[in-house]
């Protein structure tokens, strides 16, 4: 069974408020050819602060670290949801990822740390480091894809003056295809970088 395993992935992200981060409702702007022919498209959130790039240049065109780069979940539209690789981060509020172009205008879109199983996976742990926390509280959840009276919470910790967190379940957990890993930071405006480590079952 081990051999048919892939290895573990690390999806990495970065910001700069409390999770989820709403975006504003205007329709996106269309960038040149990004990488493998997609676009580099931008979105805005509502208001200032949100996800950061990779690189501390944020707002220049070599935000973007190509060796590391940081993610962003989008939830709630029609045409972009699903785990994107951030290309940079402009004016601190509108974030540019790589993805077809389509003409779409937001309405309870939200930019989120997350990870969406496509196929029968292992979520392993997480990884959590952050600054200038008074309060507030971290949750990782699972949205089971049978809905909501399944869903379960993995992980719940109030954070006071925590300022680094490495989390591994033991047992794993197992994501069945449509599954939803999602982390929320509430209660507090944090410098934040968390990773989740996921497995592929093949």
């Given at each position: 069974m081990d051999k048919l395993k892939s290895r573990y992935s690390e999806h990495a992200f970065k910001g700069r408020r409390g999770f989820p981060v709403s975006m504003g409702a205007s329709a996106i702007d269309k960038g040149p050819i990004g990488f493998g022919g997609e676009n580099i498209v931008e979105m805005g959130t509502g208001a200032a602060g949100g996800f950061d790039a990779a690189s501390a240049s944020a707002g220049t065109p070599d935000a973007f670290d190509q060796n590391f780069p940081t993610s962003v979940y989008i939830h709630g539209?029609?045409?972009?949801d699903g785990l994107r690789r951030i290309y940079n981060v402009r004016g601190g509020r509108y974030v540019q990822i790589f993805a077809k172009y389509v003409a779409e205008a937001f309405s309870g879109a939200t930019q989120r740390v997350g990870y969406k199983a496509e196929v029968a996976s292992e979520f392993s742990g997480f990884s959590f480091t952050g600054n200038a926390f008074a309060a507030g509280t971290?949750?990782?959840t699972?949205?089971?894809?049978?809905?909501s009276a399944?869903?379960?919470?993995?992980?719940?910790?109030?954070l006071g003056d925590?300022?680094?967190i490495n989390h591994m379940f033991d047992p794993v957990r197992y994501l069945t295809p449509g599954d939803r890993i999602d982390v929320t930071i509430v209660g507090v405006a944090p410098t934040a970088g968390i990773s989740l480590f996921v497995r592929k079952l093949k």
């Open positions: 539209t029609a045409n972009y971290l949750i990782v699972n949205h089971s894809t049978k809905g399944f869903d379960n919470v993995l992980y719940s910790k109030y925590v300022i680094g």
